[in-house]
């Protein structure tokens, strides 16, 4: 199963070169494409209604829409029900106000993003390509970053709850002084930790994290980065690739939209930026704006080069 992340600045295309793609793609393998972007076009493209579960366009092409809002409500639900039951003998403070507040924290549409990927990538494994059409640059780095990140929190989170466990099955200086040449004696009562709730669940956070963090540096992940002929694209298109380089992330295609016969020297000068700057094996493909605008009004199935799927 190969995993395709189109990405870019606001405004490129990114949604319809990621239709264009998962439609030719889909005439010889099994196709799932998912749209991230909370400014959701996907189903505008195909002419259908989507909502946030799958829906068969084709034979072996499916589609879907991310409820952001819907994904934010259920990650923070079911978080604070966790929390709620693992610390319900501190209900006397009053936590459930404390919980409510966690609505309002940074991250959390990030994490909903990213659980989303998690889940999908873990459950439609029956697909050959799983395409994720992504949000504008700066949210769409944030949710890559976390599954590094989250691994970092659990992985040491995992050792203070264990040292809790350790500290709350301790019965120290039970025997009183130590005789004279015999180490001070610790004895540890046995416990299991498959019966601690939160380390079960720290644990299988971790695997979860672990398993998405190989398929995304993994030989059958990609990210394809489309941008446009200009000057404000190109400098957005650099950071995002910078920061792509900093997550160990594959850039594995650079697709120049919207090109016309008035910004053929520009195009050619962005390409040759990129190339030079960030990777010269990197193929670069060209989608004209004709195209771009054909497919955005319905006809996205035939209009787009099929030769953008050679490099995948």
């Given amino acids: 199963m190969k995993v395709l992340f189109y990405t870019g600045k606001g405004g490129v295309g990114k949604s319809t070169m990621a239709a264009a793609t998962a439609f030719q793609l889909s005439k010889n393998n099994s196709v799932l494409i998912t749209s991230l972007d909370p400014a959701h076009n ?11 579960k799958r829906t068969k366009f084709a034979h072996n092409l499916f589609l879907s829409e991310v409820d952001l809002q819907k994904r934010s409500r259920e990650y923070l639900e079911r978080e604070i029900d966790v929390l709620t039951r693992t610390y319900s003998y501190l209900r006397a403070l009053n936590l459930e ?6 609505k309002y924290s940074p991250g959390i549409e990030e994490y909903a993003l990213l659980t989303s990927i998690e889940e999908t990538v873990r459950n439609e494994t029956d697909f050959d ?6 949000p504008p640059t700066g949210l769409t780095l944030r949710f890559l970053a976390l599954p590094r990140v ?13 040292q809790i466990l350790d500290k709350r099955y301790t019965i120290q200086k039970i025997r009183g002084a ?15 930790e498959g019966d601690d709730d939160v380390l079960n669940r720290l644990k299988a956070l971790d695997e979860n994290y672990q398993s998405l963090n190989r398929v995304l540096q993994g030989e059958d992940c990609s990210v394809i980065l489309v941008f446009n002929p200009d000057l404000l694209a190109l400098r957005e298109s650099e950071r995002l690739i910078e920061g792509l380089r900093d997550l ?10 919207k ?8 195009a050619g000068q962005v390409e040759k930026t990129l190339v030079e700057g960030f990777g010269k094996d990197i193929p670069v493909k060209r989608v004209a704006l004709a195209a771009t ?15 953008l799927v050679s490099a995948l």
């Avoid at 989250?150 to 995992?158: A, G, H, S, V, Y």
């Avoid at 160990?248 to 939209?257: F, T, V």
């Fill in 42 to 52: 996907l189903g505008d493209i195909f002419g259908v209604t989507l909502k946030d």
């Fill in 97 to 102: 106000n404390y919980f409510n507040v966690l």
């Fill in 129 to 134: 390509y799983l395409i994720f059409d992504t």
């Fill in 150 to 162: 989250t691994i970092t929190w659990i992985e040491r989170l995992m050792q203070i709850r264990r």
């Fill in 178 to 192: 130590p005789k004279e040449g015999e180490n001070n004696p610790e004895i540890k009562l046995k416990y299991d």
């Fill in 248 to 257: 160990g992330l594959p850039l594995r295609l650079l697709i120049d939209n």
């Fill in 259 to 266: 090109v016309t016969e008035e910004n053929l020297d520009t």
């Fill in 293 to 307: 605008i054909a497919c955005q009004l319905g006809r996205c199935l035939y209009d787009i080069p099929e030769d």
